[in-house]
């Protein structure tokens, strides 16, 4: 038997005692100080504090939620629309103001919706031009410090509280996209169509920049840099067109009607996947390096 001593070991942490405060509320289960929270009912019917729960995140799931099922309901018979974005800055009477007039017009004389911020600017002029048109115009507002109201030219207008719930009407309802020059907000709006493209989350929907002079310089260094330092491939730059005049931009607009007959937008339900098109996967996302590229 060795006689080599050991050193002892050094003392673990003591277990937790089976004594410990536990309440269970709904699913949770609160221990020590957590348990001494007070209960629901508590919260709910005591009086101090008043209007206080309205801000907490719990309260703002159900709003979240009240967004996409009034979004939902609203435009759900729609039917063929295109979202048109740019700036809410650019001015009545300027190139950019009635180009935009006229592809609404044009728009609407197709038989599409036109979708847009609902703000003034680009996106009054489109849906000027789909009133003027006799056909749907459509906004969706969003609640901002500056806030100006949804323009005169919406028909039916919905105000959010939150820019992911109105993206999803951007997209879910629309069989394409129309940029006009536009800021941040504009930017933002087209560089997410473009990775919902790339990654197969949408399908058969182009993505029309209006305007040479203006998205040039944009489309270059997408290529200079982007493109040449790999990040992402010289097939992804295929993902817009780029068109100076009215017409045109609507025809390539209008392009993902025919390949997409589905109503209600380019998210349509399981229903709507053809799983037998050699083109789709088991989950419906195009198949092959299309699909893999993001």
Do not use: C
């Not at 709904?26 to 508590?42: F, I």
Request: glycine share 14%; aromatic share 8%.
């Amino acid at each position: 038997m060795s006689t080599e001593s050991h050193p002892e070991r050094e003392p673990g942490p003591a277990r937790p005692s089976r004594d410990v405060p536990t309440r269970h509320k709904g699913p949770l289960e609160l221990r020590r100080r957590q348990a001494q929270q007070g209960t629901a009912d508590q919260h709910l019917l005591d009086t101090h504090g008043a209007g206080r729960f309205v801000h907490t995140d719990p309260w703002r799931v159900m709003r979240i939620q009240s967004e996409f099922v009034e979004g939902f309901g609203a435009l759900a018979e729609l039917g063929p629309a295109v979202s048109v974005f740019g700036s809410a800055r650019t001015v009545p009477g300027t190139p950019y103001y009635e180009t935009g007039v006229e592809i609404g017009r044009l728009l609407a004389e197709a038989g599409v919706a036109v979708i847009t911020g609902g703000g003034p600017g680009s996106m009054e002029a489109a849906n000027r031009g789909a009133v003027e048109g006799s056909g749907t115009s459509v906004g969706l507002g969003i609640e901002l410090p500056f806030e100006t109201g949804l323009n005169p030219w919406v028909d039916l207008g919905i105000n959010f509280r939150y820019f992911f719930a109105r993206k999803t009407m951007f997209v879910k309802y629309a069989h394409g996209f129309v940029v006009l020059p536009g800021g941040l907000g504009t930017l933002d709006e087209l560089f997410e169509a473009m990775v919902l493209v790339q990654t197969g989350k949408v399908t058969s929907f182009p993505i029309v920049l209006v305007g040479s002079e203006f998205w040039g310089p944009l489309l270059d260094w997408l290529r200079s840099t982007l493109v040449r330092e790999g990040m992402i491939s010289a097939a992804d730059m295929d993902l817009v067109q780029v068109s100076d005049e009215a017409e045109e931009t609507v025809r390539l607009a209008l392009a993902g009607l025919g390949a997409d007959a589905r109503r209600g937008g380019m998210f349509g339900s399981a229903d709507d996947t053809d799983l037998d098109d050699p083109g789709l996967d088991e989950g419906g996302a195009p198949a092959g390096e299309a699909g893999q590229r993001a």
